[in-house]
Nanobody, 122 residues
Framework: QVQLVESGGGLVQAGGSLRLSCASS????????MGWFRQAPGKEREFVAA????????YVKMSVKGRFTISRVDAKNTVYLQMNSLKPEDTAVYYC???????????????WGQGTQVTVSS
């Protein structure tokens, strides 16, 4: 089990940027693949981005490709989501999650943070 705490959310104008951070208190952070999810009001949760252990491979959802980047610094037990060129449709609560299972299986993520709100105004 890892404890995850997100930060970095907030209110930003369309076209702006935010960097979300997700810090883990566990000593085994480096052994987990990490993902970012988001959920807007009235919508299903979306699998936004993921990164393997060691950061050797990444995935980002097609609708955010070229705008969002996921990265990790294991020495800091932290995973990041850099979000550029934000759009109003990016407004959601963003969650980070960890898994010991296959990193591309969104259903395998079983350690979750509490979420951080991102609001993009038009």
């Amino acid at each position: 089990q890892v404890q995850l705490v997100e930060s970095g959310g907030g209110l930003v104008q369309a076209g702006g940027s935010l960097r979300l951070s997700c810090a883990s208190s566990g000593r085994t952070f480096s052994t987990y693949a990490m993902g970012w999810f988001r959920q807007a009001p009235g919508k299903e949760r979306e699998f936004v981005a993921a990164i393997t252990t060691g950061g050797t491979s990444t995935y980002v959802k097609m609708s955010v490709k070229g705008r969002f980047t996921i990265s990790r610094v294991d020495a800091k037990n932290t995973v990041y989501l850099q979000m550029n060129s934000l759009k109003p449709e990016d407004t959601a609560v963003y969650y980070c999650a960890a898994t010991l299972k296959w990193w591309r299986d969104s259903g395998g993520y079983d350690n979750w943070g509490q979420g951080t709100q991102v609001t993009v105004s038009s």
